[in-house]
């Protein structure tokens, strides 16, 4: 429960408290017809949240949404707000790297920075779940690939994936991206933008 939540919290301190999708559990007070149980959730999160940060106990609190504007606004007054964007080139080569590395490597004319720049998309850009999705993509197809090459010796392909002897390449890299594309975030990208625009608003009067 919420109660525990923040109870746990306090017996585990120092502790950080992360909490995704917290529109979910701190749901807006003022959405129409917002059901019973779901206003007593956030009155149970904004209690817990207030004894907290009221104590002296090193808590660190962090709740990340792509809906701020379904987070009551009790709770929005009450935190530092931070608009994190989507990675960048870096931060998908480094994504691509740590989720690849471990179990596969790379043809040598073909790097984490290749798949980086191929991943470059302005409209509807990349964030570190598309990237993950794609990495599961790459694994299913390499392992189909490999697989086929040593006539499904599995001994013999997952050698071959480790040590080096088989190695991603930019044409499976494309298949895969092509078969798994970035999540639409054109509409979410347009309410944070508008959100954004009435806090200035409000900050202003």
Same mark, same amino acid.
């Given at each position: 429960?919420?109660?525990?939540?923040?109870?746990?919290? &306090?017996?585990?301190?120092?502790?950080?408290?992360?909490?995704?999708?917290?529109?979910?559990?701190?749901?807006?007070?003022?959405? +129409?017809?917002?059901?019973?149980?779901?206003?007593?959730?956030? @009155?149970?999160?904004?209690?817990?949240?207030?004894?907290?940060?009221?104590?002296?106990?090193?808590?660190?609190?962090?709740?990340?949404?792509?809906?701020?504007?379904?987070?009551?606004?009790?709770?929005?007054?009450?935190?530092?707000?931070?608009?994190?964007?989507?990675?960048?080139?870096?931060?998908?080569?480094?994504?691509?790297?740590?989720?690849?590395? +471990?179990?596969? @490597?790379?043809?040598?004319?073909?790097?984490?920075?290749?798949?980086?720049?191929? @991943?470059? #998309?302005?409209?509807?850009?990349?964030?570190?779940? #598309?990237? &993950? =999705?794609?990495?599961?993509?790459?694994?299913?197809?390499?392992?189909?690939?490999?697989?086929?090459?040593?006539?499904?010796?599995?001994?013999?392909? $997952?050698?071959?994936?480790?040590?080096?002897?088989?190695? $991603?390449?930019?044409?499976?890299?494309? +298949?895969?991206?092509?078969?798994?594309?970035?999540?639409? +975030?054109?509409? $979410?990208?347009?309410?944070?933008?508008?959100?954004?625009?009435?806090?200035?608003? =409000?900050?202003?009067?």
């Amino acid at each position: 429960t919420i109660t525990r939540l923040f109870e746990e919290a &306090e017996k585990n301190a120092p502790c950080i408290v992360f909490i995704d999708e917290v529109d979910g559990v701190c749901k807006s007070r003022s959405i +129409k017809e917002l059901p019973e149980y779901a206003a007593s959730i956030t @009155t149970a999160f904004l209690t817990g949240f207030n004894r907290i940060k009221s104590s002296d106990l090193p808590i660190v609190f962090i709740g990340a949404t792509n809906y701020p504007s379904k987070v009551d606004n009790a709770m929005m007054d009450r935190v530092e707000i931070i608009n994190v964007p989507f990675p960048d080139g870096e931060g998908r080569a480094l994504k691509f790297r740590q989720e690849l590395s +471990k179990s596969l @490597t790379l043809k040598a004319d073909f790097k984490f920075e290749d798949m980086a720049a191929l @991943t470059e #998309d302005k409209v509807n850009e990349y964030n570190y779940r #598309d990237v &993950e =999705r794609l990495c599961e993509e790459i694994k299913v197809l390499a392992m189909q690939e490999v697989l086929a090459f040593y006539n499904n010796d599995e001994e013999k392909a $997952i050698s071959a994936m480790m040590t080096g002897e088989y190695g $991603i390449s930019k044409e499976l890299f494309l +298949k895969a991206k092509d078969k798994c594309t970035p999540t639409p +975030k054109q509409a $979410i990208k347009e309410e944070i933008k508008e959100w954004n625009r009435l806090i200035k608003l =409000r900050e202003e009067e």
